[in-house]
């Protein structure tokens, strides 16, 4: 399982590949690049050996300098889509994911969060409900073994 370090310096790519680069991205978080690069690579601390985490607070400022929302380089987005990665790749949820508008990553990602996990500022009670319609309606669909293909059915 990946610690919290693994899974923001993960995420920390993503924003990178949405950037175009770790110029780009170093640039947007107020960095220079090899700070960036150091941090997105977690460099080994010369005394201790191990690699560098990153602060709480480093993050929260990361996260609003690439307009994401708060907590979101704490949840582990891609690992929660992945069953394998043959799977992944089969599909191209990952490739669909990501030329998503921030918008849309931003629901998906609201959808994947664990109990406990805090929720994005943009999600307010009415959020909520609707989400929680959503997934009831999700499941009474899947509970009467319909498929993708019964979607298809129904349009027609």
């Known amino acids: 399982m990946k610690d919290i370090d693994e899974i923001r310096r993960d995420n920390l790519r993503h924003i990178e590949q949405e950037c175009g680069g770790p110029s780009a991205t170093a640039e947007l978080v107020g960095m220079s690049p090899g700070q960036f690069v150091n941090l997105r690579d977690g460099a080994k601390d010369s005394k201790t050996g191990k690699a560098r985490g990153m602060r709480k607070e480093t993050a929260r400022r990361i996260e609003v300098a690439a307009g994401k929302p708060k907590g979101w ?40 969060l664990s109990d406990g996990e805090p ?38």
């Open 73 to 112: 380089l704490d949840v582990d987005h891609l690992g929660a889509l992945k069953t394998d990665s043959t799977s992944l790749k089969a599909t191209g949820i990952e490739e669909k994911y990501l030329s998503l508008s921030k918008e849309k990553q931003s629901v998906i990602d609201y959808f994947l």
């Open 119 to 156: 929720a994005p500022e943009w999600v307010d009670r009415d959020a909520r409900a609707y989400a929680d319609s959503l997934k009831l309606k999700a499941r009474g669909w899947l509970e009467r073994g319909q498929t993708s293909s019964d979607i298809k059915k129904n349009r027609a």
